[in-house]
């Protein structure tokens, strides 16, 4: 998809979807077939319930027949929230993810390497984590930069504890 095209989409999306209180996260076009796919991923502080992507699509969709900003070809539209395991990539992503387990991989600035840990709190320099203890020891704290991260992504917890869970 050409810079202007997803220009021209976000331009015409955006305000749909902050209407619904939403981010707009992603906007891509690929080719599956003869279709092109069309994939929107949206995300909030609360995160997206499927009520909300299904009723922002039927909002795309008509904002999208009504402009042609498609054009003639046929596409699949698809409104979805980012995956588990999301990439961290905004200040607002690293917020989100506070209390979740997250695996980084580190600059040279920062030690070069990777480490696993939990984010306790962010501000706007970086990261207050905790980092696991191992064999039985006890967990450590560490402060980690924003610039000192090259690549950042959640990591996927089955036995995690739940929000009402901690406040409980």
Do not use: W
Request: net charge negative.
């Amino acid at each position: 998809m050409s810079t202007t095209q997803s220009e021209r989409l976000r331009g015409l999306l955006e305000p749909l979807v902050s209407a619904k209180e939403l981010d707009l996260e992603e906007i891509e076009v690929s080719r599956a077939g003869r279709r092109r796919v069309l994939r929107i991923i949206v995300d909030s502080d609360e995160g997206v319930e499927l009520d909300a992507c299904a009723e922002l699509s039927r909002a795309i969709s008509e904002k999208l027949d009504e402009t042609g900003a498609m054009g003639e070809d046929e596409y699949v539209l698809e409104v979805s929230s980012p995956g588990a395991d999301r990439p961290l990539t905004e200040h607002r992503h690293y917020v989100r993810a506070t209390g979740r387990l997250v695996k980084l991989q580190l600059t040279a600035e920062g030690a070069a390497g990777e480490l696993v840990a939990r984010i306790i709190a962010v501000d706007d320099d970086g990261l207050d984590l905790e980092v696991p203890g191992v064999k039985g020891r006890r967990p450590t704290s560490r402060r980690v930069a924003f610039d000192e991260i090259a690549k950042a992504r959640v990591e996927i917890e089955f036995n995690r504890k739940d929000k009402k869970e901690e406040e409980a």
